[in-house]
């Protein structure tokens, strides 16, 4: 590992579930994860993750910062930060044949039976337990 990279991922949510797609790549292909992806140069983190959500998913995504995780997993020489978005979306879900198999949406529980790609299983759960403190606090 040289540095760590950038990398941006999307949490589009309807009807409390949670749009995940399914990697056509290594590494972890034939995982589920969040759309997004790496940021190239001279994009802007925004630009970034509305291009990579309109890539593999065909929405028009508006992000709102939610936070940052370090994903570190020596195994593969991984070493990212992932700057982690939520937001309101539209248009048609059109999976990027290329990189995404399958584009689903699944429920909290259904994520925690799920072994999803890098970190995005625990990004999930800390954003759902996020959101319950913010329901009680309302």
């Not at 970034?48 to 940052?68: N, Q």
């Not at 539209?90 to 072994?115: D, M």
Request: positive net charge.
């Amino acid at each position: 590992m040289d540095r760590p990279i950038i990398t941006c991922g999307a949490i589009l949510r309807r009807n409390n579930k949670i749009l995940l797609t399914k990697r056509n790549v290594p590494p972890f292909e034939n995982h589920w994860c969040l759309p997004g992806g790496h940021i190239e140069k001279g994009e802007t983190v925004k630009q970034a993750i509305k291009r990579e959500v309109k890539e593999e998913t065909g929405l028009d995504f508006s992000p709102k910062f939610v936070g940052y995780w370090d994903e570190i997993i020596p195994s593969i020489e991984w070493h990212a930060v992932v700057l982690v978005f939520e937001g309101s979306f539209r248009g048609k879900i059109i999976p990027q044949k290329s990189e995404v198999k399958e584009i689903k949406w699944f429920s909290e529980k259904e994520i925690k039976n799920l072994s999803l790609a890098f970190f995005h299983k625990e990004i999930l759960e800390k954003y759902f337990y996020a959101k319950k403190i913010q329901k009680k606090h309302l």
